[in-house]
């Protein structure tokens, strides 16, 4: 949890682009550029049609060259804070939640490469598992669920 409850929020670093802010206020937020909500207000912005982001990974599959820079920017950025947040708690494994990675037009493969990418020479070997979970859209709702149970007893 942390000193304050918010360990582990790692979508807000600043290394995106700031071509569109984040609602959390800090510059150059990385969240725009790596997530669902994020993919639908940088097409919002650019004034692209797609309004769903599982529209712009399939059109981005589909060889539209507008919706593949901002998939390969996703993949690229969701990968380098991956790999920092690896390096810093030195984890076995990164599980992706939620229900864009359920796509079948996620970008896992160019994901998993930019996270190895970003990973330091220590370990570039060992490198970084990247999986999607199993729960979908419902993990926020079943680990609140089992967080309130954690809590009751």
Known sequence: EGAHGGAGEIGHWPIGSGEVACRCGVPNCAEPEMSAGGLVR????RGLPWREPGEVLAASAGGD???AELVERMADRLGA???????TIDCDLVVLGGG???SPDYPLGPLRAAANGYLQGWRKPMGLPIVIGGLG??????????MA???AE
């Open 42 to 45: 940088l097409c919002e912005a």
């Open 65 to 67: 060259p507008r919706a």
């Open 81 to 87: 804070t991956l790999a920092i947040a690896a390096q």
């Open 100 to 102: 864009l990675a359920q």
């Open 137 to 146: 859209s419902h993990a926020g709702a079943i680990g609140a669920a089992l």
């Open 149 to 151: 149970r954690q809590t």
